[in-house]
């Protein structure tokens, strides 16, 4: 059994997601998530806002092997969860096994097109 690549806590500090704009490219955030261990990951997130009290009702699962994509922008991917928008929030990734994240947000609210990766924190 290999415990993967990775850690089992991530942070993500500097989440915002854009509205969807009028590009042919629409606006969004998105957690990608590798699970390179031999087991199926067990994700649970927190999100954390400035003026309200955290929400830790998303929970995730990645099969072993396998990567995710999870979008801000879709309650389904969320759990329901509506995320606001342009609003500044972080995030908290907690797995049962080591995970390998990413956070990529696309922002189309100007003409100049931004689009950016970056890993998480982790612990």
């Known amino acids: 059994m290999t415990d993967g690549a990775g850690k ?3 942070i993500i500090p500097d989440c915002e997601l854009p509205q969807e704009g009028e590009g042919v490219l629409k ?3 998105s957690v990608i998530v590798v699970n390179d261990s ?3 990951a ?3 997130v927190k999100l954390f806002f400035t003026d309200k009290d955290a929400d830790s009702s998303i929970k995730w699962q990645v099969k ?3 990567v995710r994509c999870f979008r ?3 309650t389904d991917d969320m759990c ?3 995320i606001p928008y342009d609003t500044q929030y972080a995030m908290k990734l907690k797995s049962s096994c080591n ?3 990413q956070y990529g947000r696309l922002d189309n609210r100007q003409t100049n097109l931004a689009y950016y990766t970056t890993l998480g924190y982790n612990q």
Request: hydrophobic share 40%.
């Open 8 to 10: 089992k806590t991530w």
């Open 27 to 29: 606006g969004h955030e």
């Open 38 to 40: 031999d087991s199926d």
């Open 42 to 44: 067990e994700i649970a």
């Open 64 to 66: 072993a092997g396998r």
């Open 72 to 74: 801000m922008n879709s």
């Open 80 to 82: 329901g969860v509506k």
């Open 99 to 101: 995970i390998v994240v």
